[in-house]
């Protein structure tokens, strides 16, 4: 048996009580494994709803098409996010960008830590913490390895060029600065909401042109109006 720590992303109901969970986890990067609800587990449904952190184990010696996991447990739980309608729309919305972008099958502890501190910051902050989502997703494109060339004194990627070229020179830097900012830091960043909205707008087609297999989030519109 191999114990296993992960966030949910998704849950799909395959048969019965049975149900296929996508998640990313710290030892194989992004996995599928299946689960079977009993009268003895069903408290275990909240457990694995989107951005939820668990534990479980799974034995690899078993020939599944996907492994089936057990022992279910919380790794982590929130304080304020499942509570917060707004902190909970952007947890939605979170999976879907991540459930687009990593498909790699491989362990990627930097990956699997980002998600990990970043959330349980967001989850403590009380107040100021509208950036969040789009901190989050600067950050992102950093460990994808598509960061935004934001710092370099002569852009050299045309591609990039012609995309910047659409931005004012105020979209540019904050552009710039969401990307410069730690996630912890970006409570500092001062946007009003329709600059809020216009960053995220550009970071979202920055992503369609980096990052291969991107799709805009069903929750985009339902993000907006908050």
């Not at 951005?51 to 034995?59: G, H, K, L, P, R």
């Not at 057990?70 to 982590?76: D, I, N, P, Y």
């Not at 996010?81 to 459930?99: A, D, Q, R, T, V």
């Not at 970006?186 to 297999?213: F, K, M, V, W």
Request: with cysteine.
């Amino acid at each position: 048996m191999q114990s296993i720590s992960a966030i949910i992303l998704s849950i799909h109901k395959h048969t019965g009580n049975t149900i296929i969970a996508n998640c990313y986890s710290r030892e194989k990067g992004r996995m599928a494994f299946v689960y079977s609800f009993t009268k003895n587990n069903k408290g275990h449904k909240a457990l694995l709803s989107p951005m939820n952190w668990i534990t479980f184990s799974i034995n690899e010696s078993v020939k599944y098409p996907l492994p089936r996991a057990k022992e279910l447990q919380a790794l982590h739980l929130y304080q304020s996010i499942g509570i917060n309608p707004i902190k909970n729309l952007s947890m939605l919305f979170l999976s879907e960008i991540i459930s687009s972008t990593i498909k790699e099958e491989h362990q990627d502890k930097d990956l699997f830590d980002f998600f990990e501190t970043s959330l349980l910051y967001y989850d403590e902050q009380e107040n100021n913490y509208y950036n969040f989502h789009l901190s989050f997703l600067t950050g992102l494109t950093a460990l994808l390895g598509i960061a935004p060339p934001v710092n370099q004194a002569q852009i050299t990627d045309n591609i990039y060029a012609m995309w910047e070229g659409k931005m004012s020179t105020l979209e540019k830097e904050q552009f710039k600065t969401l990307c410069l900012t730690p996630i912890n830091q970006c409570h500092t960043i001062a946007l009003s909401n329709t600059e809020r909205s216009r960053q995220l707008d550009i970071i979202l087609d920055y992503l369609q042109h980096y990052a291969p297999g991107f799709k805009k989030p069903k929750s985009l519109e339902l993000l907006r109006d908050f």
